[in-house]
């Protein structure tokens, strides 16, 4: 079945650090890949999304690529901050269907 | 403003009494789903409704109920809740494929 695996965490990081968060999929066909962000205390927010290979979703600094290749779509942002701490998930969902398939979810804590 | 709201937003309950946590939404979207949210799990489906009357089984269906009698509401019924159904639930709907969730509810089963 479909699957995605996201890095372990809590990633810890100071501010105007780089940040990657690698996430992997299996699925056949052509699914979309998002990530979603959950702020402490919130529900999940979609961060950015990629429908097919090598499109680019970017929002608020994040960049993530649609890797067909390599079955990959890795959160990127360029320099972190503070309110940049939350828990963020990788997800895709199958080109015919409105089911997503999560990741585990990756902390990321954003110290001063 | 366009959302999803879920009542309560907490609940501690005792192991078999049944309780209802309702999900709204004012999109008109016709997808919508149930999620738990479990640590190193992340989110995992329980039930989805692709319209009025009509739901199927998500990937943990078990111990749940729901029910689509209106577009917009979407309630999950947990006739005899167990210690194991503790988590965190999420409620979304849909447009094309872009899912918009409720701000949770976490449940806690003694």
């Known amino acids: 079945g479909d699957s995605v695996t996201q890095m372990e965490g809590p990633v810890t990081l100071s501010e105007e650090a780089f940040l990657t968060i690698n996430c992997t999929y299996t699925a056949t066909g052509y699914p979309s890949l998002f990530w979603y962000v959950q702020y402490p205390g919130e529900g999940l927010q979609l961060l950015l999304k990629a429908t097919k290979a090598d499109d680019k979703g970017s929002n608020k600094g994040f960049e993530a690529t649609y890797r067909k290749e390599t079955t990959s779509f890795h959160l990127e942002k360029g320099s972190v901050q503070v309110s940049d701490s939350a828990v963020y998930f990788c997800?895709?969902?199958?080109?015919?269907?409105?089911?997503?398939?999560f990741g585990g979810g990756t902390r990321v804590l954003v110290k001063p | 403003e366009a959302q999803v709201t879920q009542n309560p937003r907490y609940l501690i309950t005792v192991t078999g009494k049944k309780l209802t946590v309702t999900c709204s939404q004012n999109m008109n979207h016709e997808y919508m789903s149930w999620y738990r949210q479990d640590p190193g799990l992340g989110l995992r489906q329980i039930y989805y409704s692709m319209n009025v009357e009509v739901t199927d089984k998500g990937d943990v269906p078990e111990g749940y109920k729901v029910s689509r009698k209106e577009k917009r509401n979407f309630p999950l019924i947990l006739e005899s809740p167990s210690p194991n159904q503790t988590s965190l639930y999420f409620c979304a709907s849909s447009r094309n494929r872009e899912q918009y969730f409720g701000p949770g509810t976490r449940l806690t089963v003694t």
């Open positions: 997800a895709l969902i199958k080109a015919a269907g409105n089911k997503l398939t």
